[in-house]
């Protein structure tokens, strides 16, 4: 081969490199963007301040917030459960008697109330638990419930974590927040 055309040669393939190059870095960062927003960072101030007074980490707020009502502040279930991070009338009511609050139902689709109770029960469910996974679920389908779980041997050897989760409604959605959890951290480092 003649020389002019090993250099062109050379020339095309490092060329084809950088363009290689260049375009795995759009796709990326193109990749990226899109993944933050099917995983977004809202309501970031009453997120990042009930996160902190709770004790939670904030990717496992959004996280809860993502399963539960995609951040839409007007949320409501088909069980009556409103708001951003889906709280039940009657648990909003029992946990404003310890602080003497006085809002309403509706005051539940004011995000910074709904995400300020959210957290608070959220934390209250960590704490009477221990294990991630187990609070999720009494988050989901009510302690009572679950209480009853960890003490099935079928469901529960260790009266700790749920080696089986009766209700699919409740295991899609542990399912679905752990790994929103584990999407957040990755994304954010957060």
């Not at 009556?80 to 539940?108: I, K």
């Amino acid at each position: 081969m003649k020389r002019s055309k090993k250099k062109k040669l050379w020339k095309s393939a490092v060329l084809l490199a950088a363009l290689l190059i260049a375009a795995a870095l759009v796709l990326r960062i193109g990749y990226n963007r899109f993944e933050k927003s099917v995983y977004p960072l809202r309501y970031s101030d009453y997120v990042e301040k009930y996160a902190g007074e709770y004790g939670l980490e904030p990717a496992l707020v959004y996280a809860v917030i993502r399963s539960e009502s995609n951040f839409k502040a007007e949320a409501e279930s088909r069980s009556g459960a409103l708001g951003l991070m889906q709280l039940m009338p009657d648990t909003f009511n029992w946990l404003q008697e310890s602080q003497n609050d006085h809002y309403t139902e509706q005051d539940l689709l004011q995000p910074e109330v709904n995400i300020r109770y959210g957290c608070r029960y959220l934390s209250m469910m960590v704490t009477k638990y221990g294990v991630l996974r187990t609070a999720l679920c009494a988050y989901n389908a009510g302690s009572g419930t679950v209480d009853g779980w960890l003490k099935n041997s079928e469901i529960s050897p260790d009266g700790k974590n749920l080696t089986r989760i009766p209700y699919s409604e409740t295991r899609n959605y542990a399912d679905a927040v752990m790994n929103s959890y584990e999407k957040y951290k990755k994304l954010y480092q957060i």
